[in-house]
């Protein structure tokens, strides 16, 4: 379509900035329309951040074309409405819009009639239709920056998207997926990339492998299958030769329960009489049964009178026993209670001697402490007398020894003056 040239979509940023975020700084909303799987894997898109500027810029001038192509593709609609339109787009927007009608009608008029093609020259013709395109596309440019440029009024027009056409919103979904396949790509490092193509290929392997195998279970399966068919008709062979036998059985049947019902028959008139001749004896037996126990009735009679006797005896034996087992119950459950009772009462006094052999042992447990503690207080006291004693011993030992030898250096310094004095006397 004329209306669509690159060059009428080429806007700068401030223009669509107030139309709509960028998709790296929150969600994108594409049309009401679009799919829920690319709503999705939009909204995956949206998680991710670009690692450069000029990332960042592709994806702008991406949103920015996306929202001139929603808007281009309204201004037929719009147009069709002007009337309805005419109080929110206001006098500049609609003279621009009426200007784009008019050069859309010459265009479609230049294009559409054949006559005058082959009146005019097809140099003439050609740079009228290029100078037609050029006007038409600036007008285009006009109409959408007066249009984002107002952010109320892009608001309102979003809510006619239903009036879009078919190729318009084949076309406006279309370049959707191409935004995000190249957004994806932008932000697929090139690691993941390989990751992904390396994926691929394993599953084209694996889809390769698994059509071989396919193709070879479908060979089997028809390997199989004819084999089915070779054992189905065997068997339904195998059941008509069945069903002929069936037949022939049954007529031998009927020739043999003839026969059997014919020797049944014979064999019942035997059988009729024998039963009769036995039943005459079992009367016969029965005669002299009866006769029996007519003579056994009184003699059994006497003989329970017998054992009812015996019966009374034994039975009142048996509560005479009874009484008497009551009488030594209660007996033995008085004494039982007299025992239980003194035996509560010891075993009370038991707990209080075994209280008062805890106290009394741990007062005999600290005596004896006390005792033991003395006792190595006097065993110290002991050793350090024995071992003064001892000491007084050997000093006083030491101090006659010393006087001992004083003595008698003394004495022997003594003899020794006395003997040196007479030498002298003698001398003299």
């Not at 030491?398 to 003899?415: D, E, I, N, P």
Request: include cysteine; charge should be negative.
């Amino acid at each position: 379509m004329a209306t669509e040239d690159p060059a009428a979509l080429q806007v700068s940023s401030q223009d669509v900035e107030q139309m709509k975020k960028p998709l790296v700084k929150g969600m994108a909303t594409p049309e009401k329309e679009t799919a829920v799987s690319d709503d999705t894997k939009m909204l995956d898109l949206c998680r991710l951040q670009p690692d450069s500027i000029e990332t960042d810029k592709i994806i702008t001038v991406l949103d920015e074309t996306m929202a001139r192509l929603e808007m281009s593709s309204l201004i037929p609609h719009i147009i069709g409405s002007l009337d309805r339109f005419a109080d929110m787009l206001g006098p500049e927007i609609t003279n621009c819009l009426i200007q784009y009608q008019k050069l859309s009608i010459e265009m479609e008029h230049l294009l559409g009639s054949p006559e005058e093609e082959a009146s005019m020259g097809s140099e003439v013709q050609q740079g009228w239709l290029c100078q037609l395109e050029e006007c038409l596309s600036r007008s285009v440019r006009d109409v959408l920056r007066l249009i984002l440029a107002n952010p109320s009024l892009c608001q309102a027009l979003k809510q006619e998207t239903w009036a879009r056409k078919l190729p318009a919103e084949g076309f406006l979904k279309g370049f959707g997926e191409f935004r995000n396949f190249m957004i994806e790509r932008l932000l697929t490092h090139p690691v993941e990339e390989e990751e992904k193509i390396q994926l691929m290929e394993d599953i084209s392997l694996q889809i390769k492998e698994s059509t071989e195998a396919i193709t070879a279970l479908q060979a089997d399966l028809a390997a199989v299958s004819q084999a089915g068919e070779k054992e189905i008709h065997k068997k339904d062979q195998e059941i008509e030769d069945l069903k002929t036998s069936m037949q022939d059985l049954a007529k031998d049947s009927k020739a043999g329960i003839q026969q059997i019902k014919q020797e049944g028959d014979k064999q019942h008139e035997n059988e009729l009489q024998s039963s009769q001749a036995k039943c005459a004896r079992l009367q016969e037996d029965i005669e002299q049964l009866r006769a029996q126990l007519s003579a056994f009735i009184p003699e059994h009679r006497a003989s329970e009178l017998d054992l009812k006797q015996r019966k009374h005896r034994v039975e009142m034996e048996i509560m005479n026993w009874m009484q008497k087992y009551k009488t030594d119950m209660a007996e033995k459950q008085a004494e039982y209670e007299e025992v239980a009772a003194a035996y509560s009462e010891e075993k009370g006094q038991l707990s209080l001697l075994m209280e008062k052999r805890v106290v009394l042992f741990q007062e005999y447990s600290q005596i004896e402490e006390e005792r033991r503690l003395q006792q190595e207080k006097e065993d110290e006291a002991l050793e350090e007398l024995n071992t003064k004693t001892l000491a007084a011993t050997c000093i006083q030992a030491f101090w006659r020894g010393y006087l001992v030898r004083s003595l008698f250096s003394f004495k022997k310094k003594t003899k020794k003056g006395k003997g040196k004095g007479k030498g002298k006397k003698a001398e003299k």
